[in-house]
C-alpha cells in the first residue's frame, strides 16, 4: 500500500515563497507521474504540476508556470513543491497524488491518480 504525508502549508503575504514537501511511503509505479493538484473553496480541483520520477521531467500549468517548481529528493520517496512570487489566487488547499498515468501525459487529470496525500492549507495574503 502507498501512503502519501503532506508537509503543514502555511500564510505568506503576496510575493513571498513556501516549500510543500510529500513523503511517499509503499512500493509506487515510477513509470506513473507524481502531481500536484490545489483546489480553491467553490472551485473545481485543478492540476498545477505534475513529475516522470524516473526522467525528472515536469510539467506546470499556465497558472504556476514560471513561479512553481517541482523536484524529487534522491530516493524518490520525496516530493516537493517550491512556491515563489506568490499572488492570493494562490491560495487554496495543496494536494499530492502518485501514480497518475504513465509518463505524465494526464499529469493535469485527478482521475487518474491511484493515491492523494492529506491536503494542506496554503493562504496568501495581500
Known amino acids: 500500500q502507498v501512503h502519501l504525508v503532506q508537509s503543514e502549508g502555511g500564510s505568506v503575504q503576496a510575493g513571498g515563497s513556501l516549500r510543500l514537501s510529500c513523503s511517499i511511503s509503499g512500493n509506487f509505479d515510477t513509470s506513473m507521474c507524481l502531481g500536484w493538484f490545489r483546489q480553491a473553496p467553490g472551485k473545481e480541483r485543478e492540476g498545477i504540476g505534475g513529475?516522470?520520477?524516473?526522467?525528472?521531467?515536469?510539467y506546470y500549468a499556465d497558472s504556476v508556470k514560471g513561479r512553481f517548481a517541482i523536484s524529487q529528493g534522491n530516493a524518490k520517496n520525496l516530493l516537493y513543491l517550491q512556491m515563489n512570487r506568490l499572488i492570493p489566487e494562490d491560495t487554496a488547499l495543496y494536494y499530492c497524488?502518485?501514480?497518475?498515468?504513465?509518463?505524465?501525459?494526464?499529469?493535469?487529470?485527478?482521475?487518474?491518480?491511484?493515491?492523494w496525500g492529506q491536503g494542506t492549507q496554503v493562504t496568501v495574503s495581500s
Open positions: 497524488a502518485a501514480e497518475g498515468g504513465r509518463y505524465c501525459t494526464g499529469y493535469d487529470r485527478a482521475g487518474l491518480y491511484n493515491y
Open positions: 513529475i516522470y520520477p524516473d526522467r525528472g521531467r515536469t
